[in-house]
């Protein structure tokens, strides 16, 4: 009877590196919401790993509770899902230091984001950068989780937190549940409208490459009126010859819940400059809520800061649990 199966964990986060955009609303959270009722969720702002790269201290704290602001606003019920920051639960550095015992120098060389990361931030190659992956895999682990929802880009480091967890299990019997990446059906991936050909990220320099959660419809507009296109001038998806409208169709199809397939076949024969205005309608449609929903929590600083407290103590009952089996496991002595 399927009522009476455990429900499955999910586990995923975000770090408050910068004001979430379009692609981590359309890509990851509007997924996440649909997943509440499913799964049992945790939701996690990786604050800890936000500071592999230098952070400025004030705009941390702000964008964490943005972060978690957003979740909420965006439909992520705290009742529902276990909604807190990492640092809150202290158990997260603490799994992180056992398993850095676990893991091969090897294996953390050949992540490709450390690797692009390392190029980036030459000026500050900390240790952390490198065994960002190990902590990825500590969040996860924690709570037993069975699916990650991630994009492709953090593929791999699911795969290196599953080879610690099975290193783990053949060390000392099954410890940790053995997590697999999930992939949503609609797992858009939103590309940079300047850059089409790279993820549109929160980090980028350029602020015309992304459209954050909360900009203004005016900034919208403008940011999509400048998205790079081509010259041949009809509307079709073809990620390679055009991505640009490739990611246009996408983020509008996106938008209006509909396949990129049934985008593509409302805009043949259009033109560029119909197909940019309509995104721009659906982008400042699906976000207007959600912006309304997002300036009431944060104007409520209480409010959002219980919740976190309280989900926080959530996540810790479920992290102690798994850390208490670990250091019997591997011969700490019982506190
Ligand atoms: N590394 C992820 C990213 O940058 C964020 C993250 C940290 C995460 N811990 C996680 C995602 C655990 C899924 C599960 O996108």
Excluded at 58 to 86: C, F, N
Excluded at 103 to 131: C, I, P, V, W
Excluded at 194 to 221: A, L, V
Excluded at 312 to 324: C, D, E, F, G
Aim: hydrophobic residues 35%; contains cysteine.
């Amino acid at each position: 009877m399927e009522s009476l199966e455990k429900k499955k964990t999910i586990f995923s986060g975000i770090q408050p590196s910068g004001i979430l955009t379009l692609g981590n609303y359309l890509g990851a959270i509007k997924n996440w919401v649909k997943l509440q009722d499913e799964y049992h969720c945790y939701y996690c702002v990786v604050d800890m790993h936000a500071i592999t790269v230098r952070q400025d201290p004030a705009e941390l704290r702000k964008r964490t509770l943005d972060v978690a602001a957003i979740y909420m606003a965006s439909g992520i019920d705290p009742k529902k899902s276990v909604i807190y920051v990492q640092s809150h639960v202290p158990q997260h550095a603490e799994l992180c230091w056992i398993l850095n015992c676990y893991t091969y120098l090897g294996e953390l060389s050949r992540m490709t984001q450390y690797k692009d990361k390392a190029a980036k931030h030459q000026d500050n190659l900390n240790s952390g950068l490198f065994t960002y992956p190990v902590l990825m895999a500590a969040d996860i682990l924690l709570y037993q989780t069975d699916l990650v929802p991630v994009g492709s880009d953090q593929k791999q480091h699911v795969e290196i937190t599953r080879d610690i967890a099975i290193r783990f299990n053949r060390l000392y019997g099954g410890v940790f549940t053995i997590p697999e990446p999930y992939i949503g059906q609609s797992g858009a991936r939103i590309m940079s409208l300047q850059e089409p050909e790279s993820k549109m990220s929160k980090s980028d320099p350029n602020p015309n490459g992304y459209i954050s959660i909360i900009d203004d419809p005016d900034t919208i507009c403008r940011k999509i009126k400048r998205a790079v296109t081509d010259s041949d001038g009809e509307i079709r998806l073809d990620a390679e010859k055009k991505p640009g409208i490739t990611n246009l169709l996408g983020i509008y199809a996106a938008c209006c819940e509909i396949s990129p397939k049934q985008a593509e076949e409302e805009f043949i024969g259009k033109n560029y400059g119909l197909l940019k205005e309509k995104v721009s309608e659906a982008v400042i449609g699906r976000l207007a809520p959600l912006q309304e929903k997002f300036k009431q929590i944060r104007s409520e600083k209480g409010y959002l800061e219980d919740i976190l407290h309280e989900n926080a103590q959530t996540a810790q009952q479920a992290a102690i649990r798994t850390l208490r089996k670990v250091h019997k496991k591997i011969g700490f002595v019982a506190k």
